[in-house]
């Protein structure tokens, strides 16, 4: 696969998973979504992948976001159960509002992309709007606009990254969550596809819990496979210019409200 089949690719899963973290009132990212889901689980990444698509199809309708909807609430807003935390800060220095934010509004500073207040309430480091910011930068490399390279990686690698797995890790566990089970399924192994394409290490925090399933599951022939075959196609795909850190400064004109 080409990089720029690869960063249309990339683009569809960020995309499916901003839908997922993004409250939103509009039935037409619902049918979105559904649509995205449709299409991603032609080619999934691995077997659990394939199996919590088929999992999520079983419930989500074509036709009524309900399920959604009440299974999201519960998760993401109601008092009655406990409320996960969604943004960067939070799971960094147990803020909503800290430095993991200011780093996003400096990489955004480098793009054309703002976050339109009007329309979308939560901060720059909250997961769905990394998750969309992610998917309008893999679309724009796919178009050509190789300058977006070094801040899509490092958004990855010093925010996403960071806690991505804390917050799968609780989001798999809460009491309400079943639909969103089979999305962390499909997140992690994105995560990890990401991890290898980007030449990204997991946080040293998730190290012992790795260390320890390593003792207790081996890996199958399938996901080594797997990951020798992503590892390939990033080595084939042109390098990031390793003189550019993520503190570069690129200006535009143009603003795009996400």
Do not use: W
């Not at 973290?21 to 979504?33: A, G």
């Not at 939070?90 to 400096?106: F, L």
């Amino acid at each position: 696969m080409n990089e720029e089949k690869m960063n249309r690719a990339r683009a569809l899963y960020y995309a499916m998973f901003s839908r997922c973290f993004v409250f939103t009132t509009d039935n037409k990212r619902y049918f979105e979504l559904i649509s995205l889901i449709d299409i991603l689980k032609e080619n999934p990444l691995d077997k659990a992948s394939a199996q919590a698509f088929e999992d999520i199809r079983k419930v989500i309708k074509s036709d009524s976001n309900v399920a959604f909807m009440q299974e999201f609430d519960a998760i993401f807003h109601s008092p009655e159960t406990q409320t996960l935390r969604t943004t960067a800060s939070y799971y960094d220095e147990d803020i909503e509002s800290g430095k993991k934010r200011v780093e996003m509004q400096n990489f955004l500073a480098k793009t054309k992309i703002r976050r339109d207040e009007n329309a979308y309430s939560d901060y720059e480091d909250h997961i769905g709007f990394i998750f969309s910011v992610m998917a309008e930068l893999c679309e724009l490399i796919a178009n050509g606009e190789v300058q977006y390279k070094n801040t899509a990686h490092c958004i990855f690698e010093q925010i996403l990254n960071e806690f991505v797995d804390r917050f799968s890790k609780e989001l798999y566990e809460h009491e309400s969550a079943d639909i969103f089970k089979n999305i962390v399924v499909v997140l992690k192994s994105f995560i990890e596809f990401e991890r290898v394409y980007l030449e990204v290490q997991t946080p040293i925090y998730d190290q012992t819990s790795v260390a320890s399933q390593a003792k207790s599951e081996e890996l199958s022939e399938e996901e080594i496979a797997r990951r020798a075959r992503n590892k390939l196609l990033r080595q084939k795909g042109p390098k990031e210019d390793p003189n550019v850190g993520c503190e570069i400064n690129i200006a535009y004109d143009v603003e795009d409200d996400i």
